[in-house]
């Protein structure tokens, strides 16, 4: 078998008032990601990281953001899709390994959660998915907490 590595990564801007998506579950906070879709931001990078490992090209060509159809979607479904492609195409995921990078609120709490869910969704064991979190230190849109980002590293075997 051929390792493929692959590399995702996505950020949302932040806006007050609106559900706060990421890893697959809804954590409380005062402001919520901005998209098309729910605007998961680490699902999206991983999604581009499994896409790009498996030479699909990216999320937007998949799943634009000018189809009416993904609007609000969420991005547990496009993960699972893409999951599926990945796998259709002859490769098995190995591990994931993320970074999480934002302000607040403080998602420490909420990671082996999301690591269960996600498993779930590429139905691979939650020891093979890695969330890690970090602030900027208060520098950049992260740190003004305007926005957060994700980073996403995907290992597939074909």
Known sequence: MKPRIGNGYDVHRLEEGKPFWIGGIQVPHTHGAVGHSDADVLIHAICDALLGAANLRDIGYH???????????????????VARLVREKGYTIGNIDSVLALQRPKVMPYLEEMKTCLAEVLQIPVDDISIKATTTEKLGFVG???????HAVALIFG
């Open 63 to 81: 799943f634009s953001d000018q189809s009416p159809k993904y609007k609000g979607i969420d991005s547990k479904i496009l993960l699972r899709e």
């Open 144 to 150: 003004r907490e305007e926005g957060v980002e994700a």
